[in-house]
């Protein structure tokens, strides 16, 4: 079974407007970590946000936010006022972390166009 | 914020040589490092943890004979894709975690694209 679900290949959003992308996970263990990247055109992959399993609060980082919904698995990211450079490749990721390991795994991504 | 560097950032080569493609920690130190292949407009496929000084950990599906993975010291990671085909072009990444960080970030490399002809 999938662990990460990102459902949306593409989207697009206006400048300034607001947009949501989806990211659902599957785990059994308790403890967990949910990550969004945005990796650009050159290929580099560059962390936007962290969720922990147990933090209380939503996380947020400047213009993005995560908004956790645990009972649903869900982890979308918000990214208020979109700017053009804010086109790219978004992939959320889990790190289970009951094992002591940092492997992240990875959803398939959505592709984000943001226009003037 | 920490900085992970890749060489090259690009290469090819011909079917049936080999290739190595390095991972530094240019400003920290990690005891574990993560090799990632990501195909054209696919997601990240983890290929395997690099541990210093051990031997690495292959994900299922991964030849470990085809993909060398050497973990010589705390800044430095080391994949070498031996007797390349063209099905192993594909753009690999690297990540590495710094020691003793209590910090979540895993900080990527640049990326390593690699075309097979």
């Known amino acids: 079974a999938q662990k990460i679900t990102q459902t949306q290949p593409g989207m697009f959003v206006q400048e300034k407007e607001a947009v949501t992308l989806d990211c659902t996970y599957d785990t059994s263990d308790p403890s967990y970590g949910l990550f969004w990247y945005k990796q650009p055109s050159s290929g580099e992959m560059i962390f936007l946000i962290y969720q922990g399993s147990y933090d209380q609060q939503n996380a947020t980082e400047g213009r993005y936010s995560l908004n956790f919904q645990k009972a649903r698995k869900s982890a979308n990211l918000v990214i208020s006022a979109s700017q053009l450079g804010d086109s790219a490749m978004y992939f959320c990721a889990m790190r289970e972390e009951s094992y002591n390991t940092d492997k992240l795994i990875f959803g398939t991504g959505t592709r984000l166009q943001v226009f003037p | 914020g920490a900085v992970v560097s890749q060489h090259p950032s690009w290469v090819i080569c011909k079917s049936g040589t080999s290739v190595k493609i390095e991972c530094r920690s240019l400003d920290f130190q990690a005891t574990t490092m993560f090799w990632y292949r990501q195909f054209p407009k696919q997601s990240l496929m983890l290929m395997a943890t690099?541990?210093?000084?051990?031997?690495?950990?292959?994900e299922q599906g991964v030849e470990k004979d085809k993909f060398l993975i050497n973990h010589a010291s705390l800044t430095l990671s080391t994949l070498t894709v031996t007797s390349a085909h063209p099905e192993d072009s594909s753009f690999y990444i690297c990540s590495a975690r710094p020691m003793g960080l209590a910090d979540n970030e895993q900080f990527f490399g640049p990326g390593t694209r690699l075309t097979v002809l």
């Open positions: 690099s541990n210093e000084g051990s031997k690495a950990t292959y």
